[in-house]
């Protein structure tokens, strides 16, 4: 689990396209920032920029008994990590074999991983993982209605667009600075399978996150709550479910069952509940 910066400055991002999950989600300032996630990692293509952990990281790293790849984080954050003792990697873990600094960009925008340096530090860890992630397939719900475009405001100043390709089978995601692409896959847009909103209301943690002074956030990601998928072309109406802090999030039907998605890079966006959606 990758911790990878969404600033303007961070821009363009390498490795995401082979990831199987990308969080996104709020920090402070108005901008966002990615949790990716690699089921099985590999290649020497590069990962990053790598930047620092937030409260909802360590949410997430629970989640999916991950090992978390970072730069830093604030004493409050640090502290729960080294608390926690989840297995974890910054950039002068174990001589820095884990990360690598690209020259030809400016810091703090230039740290990167791999994914053999992943594959390196989960085997050196020896995290294990003993849940079963949901079978993926077509979507196993019915969808409310043919939905191509769609946009929303995940903050302030961050503006999220979302188009889907027929022949692909995939949305390209488009931001104010211009579609994301992927650096390590020859600078092309990001093909996304599934996005998926998740409604989840977040707070002020009451400590100071960055050099600024600006406040943490923490999201209140457990138990249930709304989701909207959208997959193949069409929105579905879905619920979130986190009622075991140490199980991934899963994302479930009206009655209640695992929403099966394609396989394929899913995109999750948390998102205010009472966010407004355009399609179109």
Same mark, same amino acid.
């Given at each position: 689990?990758?911790?990878?910066?969404?600033?303007?400055?961070?821009?363009?991002?390498?490795?995401?396209?082979?990831?199987?999950?990308?969080?996104?989600?709020?920090?402070?300032?108005?901008?966002?920032?990615?949790?990716?996630?690699?089921?099985?990692?590999?290649?020497?293509?590069?990962?990053?920029?790598?930047?620092?952990?937030?409260?909802?990281?360590?949410?997430?790293?629970?989640?999916?008994?991950?090992?978390?790849?970072?730069?830093?984080?604030?004493?409050?954050?640090?502290?729960?990590?080294?608390?926690?003792?989840?297995?974890?990697?910054?950039?002068?873990?174990?001589?820095?074999?884990?990360?690598?600094?690209?020259?030809?960009?400016?810091?703090?925008?230039?740290?990167?991983?791999?994914?053999?340096?992943?594959?390196?530090?989960?085997?050196?860890?020896?995290?294990?993982?003993? %849940? #079963?992630?949901?079978?993926? /397939? +077509?979507?196993?719900?019915?969808? =409310?209605? *043919?939905? $191509?475009?769609?946009?929303?405001?995940?903050?302030?100043?961050?503006?999220?667009?979302?188009?889907?390709?027929?022949?692909?089978?995939?949305?390209?995601?488009?931001?104010?600075?211009?579609?994301?692409?992927?650096?390590?896959?020859?600078?092309?847009?990001?093909?996304?399978?599934?996005?998926?909103?998740?409604?989840?209301?977040?707070?002020?943690?009451? %400590? #100071?996150?960055?050099?600024? /002074? +600006?406040?943490?956030?923490?999201? =209140?990601? *457990?138990? $249930?709550?709304?989701?909207?998928?959208?997959?193949?072309?069409?929105?579905?109406?879905?619920?979130?479910?986190?009622?075991?802090?140490?199980?991934?999030?899963?994302?479930?039907?009206?009655?209640?069952?695992?929403?099966?998605?394609?396989?394929?890079?899913?995109?999750?966006?948390?998102?205010?509940?009472?966010?407004?959606?355009?399609?179109?």
């Amino acid at each position: 689990m990758v911790q990878v910066e969404n600033a303007p400055d961070s821009r363009p991002h390498s490795g995401l396209q082979n990831a199987d999950l990308v969080y996104e989600y709020l920090t402070e300032g108005g901008i966002t920032r990615f949790t990716v996630i690699y089921f099985d990692p590999s290649g020497s293509g590069k990962i990053g920029p790598v930047r620092s952990a937030r409260l909802v990281t360590l949410r997430l790293v629970k989640s999916y008994s991950g090992v978390l790849f970072y730069s830093g984080a604030s004493d409050k954050v640090q502290g729960l990590i080294w608390d926690s003792k989840i297995p974890n990697y910054s950039e002068g873990s174990n001589g820095g074999k884990y990360f690598k600094r690209d020259s030809s960009r400016v810091a703090p925008h230039n740290l990167y991983s791999s994914g053999d340096q992943l594959k390196s530090g989960v085997s050196d860890s020896n995290a294990k993982v003993t %849940y #079963t992630l949901p079978s993926s /397939g +077509e979507p196993s719900a019915t969808g =409310d209605g *043919q939905v $191509t475009k769609f946009s929303f405001a995940q903050t302030d100043v961050h503006s999220v667009s979302y188009a889907y390709d027929s022949g692909s089978k995939t949305y390209q995601y488009t931001t104010d600075g211009g579609p994301e692409i992927d650096t390590d896959n020859s600078s092309q847009p990001l093909k996304i399978t599934n996005v998926v909103l998740i409604r989840v209301a977040h707070h002020d943690a009451g %400590y #100071t996150e960055d050099v600024l /002074g +600006e406040n943490g956030i923490d999201f =209140d990601l *457990q138990g $249930t709550g709304k989701a909207d998928v959208y997959t193949r072309g069409q929105h579905f109406a879905a619920g979130w479910d986190l009622s075991d802090p140490a199980k991934p999030l899963r994302l479930t039907t009206a009655d209640g069952k695992d929403f099966t998605l394609p396989q394929g890079l899913t995109w999750i966006h948390l998102v205010d509940p009472n966010m407004a959606v355009q399609a179109g």
